[in-house]
C-alpha cells in the first residue's frame, strides 16, 4: 500500500505540473547541475567577483550544468600522438571531414575547401566582418542581434543599416525599401536569434535567400544554437543552393553542447574562400588541435547527442516557464522555439536597471540595448540554469522593478 501510495503521489505531481504549463524534468540522466560553489570556481566568467554573495548570475550565456562528461576521456584518447607542430591551417582533417558530412546532412552541399576550423565563434564573426570590410557598402542587421557581430562589423569599419524584426519575423517591406534606398553589401542575422529565442522560418530564408540572390548580396548567419531549435526544424540559409557561394555560416559547440571552455567550431565559407581563409591564417595560423578533436567528439560520440538531446527538452521546459511567469505579469516578450533565453520588454530604461538590479537584488542580466537599437528597453534573461534558481532570480526582478519605477517617480 505504502508503494502505491508513493506512485499515486508521484503520478499526481505529474498531472500537477502539465496543468501548470509546463513539465518539470524529474530525471536528467546525462545532465548534473552545478553548485553556486561549483560555478564560482569553475565558470568564473559568469559568476565571477561580481556577483555578490546570494547573488544569481542570468547573464552571460555560459550554463549551470556540467557539460557531457566523456570529453575528457575522448581527449585524453585522441591525445597520444604528438600535436608539437602546426597542423593544417584550415583544421585537423578528421574535423573536417566530420564538419562535412554534418553540413550535407543539413542540406548544405558543400565541398570540404569550405570548412575552417576556428578556435571559438567569436574568431568567426571577426574574420568574417573583417573580410566584408574590404567590400563596398553597409551591413544590413537584423535585430536584436548577438552583440559582438555588430561590433566587431563597426570595428572594422563597416556600417550598420538596422532592421528590427517583428514578432512573427521579417517585416518583408521595409527591408526591401532599405535596399533600394541604401548600398547594402551584406545581411546578418543569427539564427536562432540570440537574445530572443526565435527561429526563422522557412518561408522568410527563401524571402532572404531570393533578395540576397537578386541583388548579389553576401549573407552572414551564426547558427550557433541550431542544435537547440525545439518548435520546429532549423532551416540555414546554406540550404538555398542559389546563394550557398554567398553565404558564410557559423557553428560551434560552446551552448549547445556545454563546451564553452575549449573554445571550437568551424564555419562555412560560401564567397571569396582563399581571402577569407588567409583572414583566417593571420589571426590563429592553425586552429588548435583541440578545436579539431571538440567538433569530432560532439558530433559523433553517443554520449554528446544524448547530452545535447536532454538539455534541448530543457531549454524547452525552462524558456516555457520563463515565457508563462513574465507573460502573466504583464510583460510582452516573444515565445522562444530555440536556446535558453527570455527577452521580456520591462519599458523601462535597460542600461539602468540592470545594473540597479544587480546592485541591490544581486541578479545579474544584460541589457537589451546590447543587441542594437530594437533592445531597447528590454533584459535578455539566460535560462541555462535550474527552475528554483530562476524561480528566486524572478521574484527578486520583479521586485526589483516597483522600487526602480517608484525610484524614477
Avoid at 542544435?227 to 559547440?253: N, Q, V
Wanted: proline share 4%; glycine share 8%.
Amino acid at each position: 500500500m505504502e508503494i502505491r501510495s508513493k506512485f499515486v503521489k508521484f503520478y499526481m505531481n505529474i498531472e500537477y505540473y502539465k496543468q501548470s504549463n509546463y513539465i518539470r524534468i524529474f530525471f536528467m540522466k546525462n545532465m548534473k547541475l552545478l553548485s553556486v560553489p561549483e560555478l564560482r570556481e569553475r565558470c568564473p566568467l559568469k559568476w565571477g567577483n561580481n556577483i555578490p554573495k546570494n547573488g544569481i548570475s542570468l547573464g552571460v550565456a555560459d550554463i549551470d550544468f556540467e557539460g557531457p562528461i566523456g570529453v575528457i576521456d575522448y581527449l585524453k584518447g585522441n591525445l597520444k600522438e604528438s600535436f608539437n607542430f602546426y597542423q593544417n591551417q584550415s583544421g585537423l582533417k578528421s574535423a573536417i571531414n566530420t564538419a562535412e558530412k554534418y553540413l550535407n546532412n543539413k542540406g548544405i552541399n558543400c565541398n570540404q575547401e569550405n570548412i575552417q576550423v576556428i578556435d571559438g565563434t567569436m574568431m568567426g564573426i571577426y574574420i568574417s566582418m573583417k573580410w566584408a570590410s574590404r567590400i563596398n557598402g553597409d551591413i544590413l542587421s537584423l535585430g536584436p542581434i548577438y552583440d559582438p557581430i555588430w561590433r566587431h562589423a563597426e570595428d572594422n569599419g563597416n556600417k550598420i543599416r538596422w532592421l528590427g524584426l517583428k514578432e512573427d519575423g521579417i517585416d518583408e517591406e521595409k527591408l526591401l525599401n532599405i535596399i533600394e534606398e541604401q548600398k547594402i553589401k551584406m545581411i546578418t542575422i543569427c539564427n536562432p536569434v540570440n537574445p530572443t529565442g526565435y527561429s526563422f522560418r522557412e518561408e522568410e530564408l527563401k524571402f532572404l535567400a531570393d533578395v540576397i540572390y537578386d541583388n548579389e548580396l553576401f549573407v552572414f548567419s551564426d547558427e550557433l544554437y541550431e542544435p537547440l531549435c525545439f518548435g520546429s526544424e532549423h532551416i540555414s540559409m546554406g540550404s538555398f543552393d542559389k546563394i550557398r557561394d554567398r553565404s558564410i555560416l557559423l557553428y560551434g559547440f560552446s551552448k549547445a553542447y556545454g563546451l564553452a571552455g575549449y573554445r571550437s567550431g568551424f564555419m562555412h565559407i560560401g564567397p571569396d574562400i582563399e581571402n577569407i581563409k588567409y583572414i583566417s591564417s593571420q589571426q590563429m595560423v592553425s586552429p588548435s588541435p583541440i578545436s579539431s578533436l571538440i567538433i569530432n567528439y560532439a558530433l559523433n560520440e553517443v554520449d554528446a547527442k544524448k547530452w545535447v538531446t536532454e538539455f534541448r527538452e530543457h531549454c524547452k521546459n525552462i524558456t516555457e516557464f520563463a515565457f508563462n511567469y513574465f507573460n502573466n505579469s504583464g510583460f510582452k516578450l516573444q515565445k522562444p522555439d530555440s536556446n535558453f533565453f527570455v527577452f521580456p520588454d520591462l519599458k523601462i530604461d535597460d542600461i539602468a536597471f540592470t545594473e540597479f538590479l544587480l546592485k541591490n537584488y544581486g541578479v545579474q542580466v544584460v541589457p537589451g540595448s546590447t543587441f542594437g537599437p530594437d533592445g531597447k528597453n528590454h533584459i535578455r534573461i539566460n535560462c541555462g540554469t535550474s527552475e528554483k534558481r530562476l524561480e528566486d532570480a524572478f521574484e527578486r526582478i520583479m521586485k526589483a522593478i516597483d522600487e526602480f519605477n517608484n525610484v524614477k517617480k
